[in-house]
T-cell receptor, first 114, second 110 residues
Framework: DGGITQSPKYLFRKEGQNVTLSCEQN?????MYWYRQDPGQGLRLIYY???????QKGDIAEGYSVSREKKESFPLTVTSAQKNPTAFYLC?????????????FGSGTQLSVL | GEDVEQSLFLSVREGDSSVINCTYT??????LYWYKQEPGAGLQLLTY?????DMKQDQRLTVLLNKKDKHLSLRIADTQTGDSAIYFC??????????FGQGTTLQVKP
């Protein structure tokens, strides 16, 4: 089945620790996105990538980093510089990143701070 | 800047119609969308409307767009308990990147 897979489902971070969230898609999509979801605030764009080896900052990139070494993979690292990392993180992809393209979402990773 | 606003909560009885409202600020949006999120899951595209349309109907779903007032609504006819979810309005603005509202939690009571 084609789709977008996020892992792990739940992740816990200790103070000062970097953690990496995985996102893999087998839809052959060019564009991939990371969103952060907080209760009552909707989704906010962290980073996006429209092609391999290239990515752009979204609205709330500070404290996060990404890489896009392969078309199917777009991991997100939450660094120790992100002081309020507790949130639900959603990865998405679309065919080319253009207008009116359906976004396909993964099932999300809930990150909590210990 | 671009902004999308929704009310946070709506409660209806099973079998009634639900109307979820959304306002947006960017008049250059080409498409407007409704996504559905079930508990602990990602978002799924429900429907979308092109900005030069007033209405779009898809089975139990009706989308109304008032471009003058920058108001979008989603009507769900004969609401079922399986419709309980968070519904997000989104616009593509002038950047091509989706701007999402806060989400409206729809509670359907039996």
């Amino acid at each position: 089945d084609g789709g977008i897979t996020q892992s792990p489902k739940y992740l816990f971070r200790k103070e000062g620790q970097n953690v990496t969230l995985s996102c893999e898609q087998n839809l052959n999509h060019d564009a991939m996105y990371w969103y952060r979801q907080d209760p009552g605030q909707g989704l906010r764009l962290i980073y996006y990538s429209q092609i391999v080896n290239d990515f752009q900052k979204g609205d709330i990139a500070e404290g996060y980093s990404v890489s896009r070494e392969k078309k199917e993979s777009f991991p997100l690292t939450v660094t120790s510089a992100q002081k309020n990392p507790t949130a639900f993180y959603l990865c998405a992809s679309s065919a080319r990143g253009g207008l009116n393209e359906k976004l396909f979402f993964g099932s999300g990773t809930q990150l909590s701070v210990l | 800047g671009e902004d999308v606003e929704q009310s946070l909560f709506l409660s209806v009885r099973e079998g009634d119609s639900s109307v979820i409202n959304c306002t947006y600020t960017d008049s250059s949006s080409t498409y407007l969308y409704w996504y559905k999120q079930e508990p602990g899951a990602g978002l799924q595209l429900l429907t979308y409307i092109f900005s030069n349309m007033d209405m779009k109907q898809d089975q139990r779903l009706t989308v109304l767009l008032n471009k003058k007032d920058k108001h979008l609504s989603l009507r769900i006819a004969d609401t079922q308990t399986g419709d309980s979810a968070i519904y997000f309005c989104a616009e593509d603005g002038n950047t091509g990147k989706l701007i999402f509202g806060q989400g409206t939690t729809l509670q359907v009571k039996p």
